[in-house]
């Protein structure tokens, strides 16, 4: 078994085939396949069940994929090492991360992670949930994660680094009823037609909350990408209750936001593996420490 083949069953499981993971890795095909051949039979099991339209993982190669992925990371942590004695430092970090700390602290943080480390390429991966952000870390496909979650993460087995919490705001177009940076109870927001997020999200899980609590919102559309939502409140669909992380961005797009007098937080984190993680995911970690300590006071304490 060598790093190549490791490298290679890492690449057909993400591409979910061999001709995908032969294009992505300019490799001839056949040679992908003699290599996956070769480390079944050392490991003695298949690592894939062959399917019409490409394949999957079988039980073996499921629990193969996690070990494979930290094994290259720890080679590229050797590369990146020696390459940091001769003065060339450099490096990947691969992080997941949710729509809303995607947008802050994920700015401040990598700003900030930039300045100390330019030479470091920061690779994202969009996540939509806590328990989605806490599985690509788990199973070894991104070293962190950053999310946000309505209380504290439960995460078994991996580390969790608290950073900040957001507050609520109402977000609408101009010219109606929501007055940029005038606080407004949730009872305020009676009669507003609201865009959402799918249910099991936080965003989603505050405007339900009121709902049950007798605010008298209503639906005018539930979508499932972030990004739709700044666009649908532009063209005067509705309004949105989302994290403060988006305040800034709204007003410069030319929306009104206000903060929503309501008891609920986004719980922002960051997450990761313990032990063996990468120069890069060290140094990044050491950056979300020291913003947290700033936006935190129970960490400064």
Known sequence: MDARQLE????????GGFSRAAAALHIA???????????????????????????TLSRAGRRLLGPSRQVLRDLAAVRDASAALTGLRQGTLDLAAMPSPGIEPFGALVRRFARRSPEVTISATAAFTPGE?????????????????????????LDVLDIEEQPFVVVAAPGGPVR??????AAG??????????????????????????ADLRI?????????ILPL???????????????????????????????????????SR???LTPAARAFLGTARRLAAERLPEVRG
């Open 8 to 15: 290679y069953f890492v690449a057909i499981a993400e591409h």
């Open 29 to 55: 095909q056949p040679s992908l396949s003699q290599a996956i051949a070769n480390l079944e039979a050392e490991l003695g099991v298949p690592l894939f069940h062959r399917t019409g339209r490409g394949v």
């Open 133 to 157: 952000t806490v599985e690509l870390v788990r199973d070894g496909a991104c070293e962190l994660g950053l999310l946000g979650a309505a209380g504290r993460v439960a995460a078994p087995g």
């Open 180 to 185: 940029d940076g005038v606080p407004v109870a």
């Open 189 to 214: 927001l009676a009669g507003l037609r609201l865009i959402v997020a799918g249910r099991g999200s936080t965003m989603r899980g505050v405007v339900d909350g009121m709902i049950a609590e007798g």
């Open 220 to 228: 005018a559309a539930e979508v499932g990408h972030r990004t739709s």
């Open 233 to 271: 409140v532009l063209a005067g669909v509705g309004a949105a209750v989302l994290p403060d992380a988006w305040t800034a961005l709204a007003r410069r797009c030319g929306a009104v936001a206000a903060p929503v007098e309501h008891g609920a937080r986004l719980r922002v984190a960051l997450v």
């Open 274 to 276: 313990r032990g063996h």
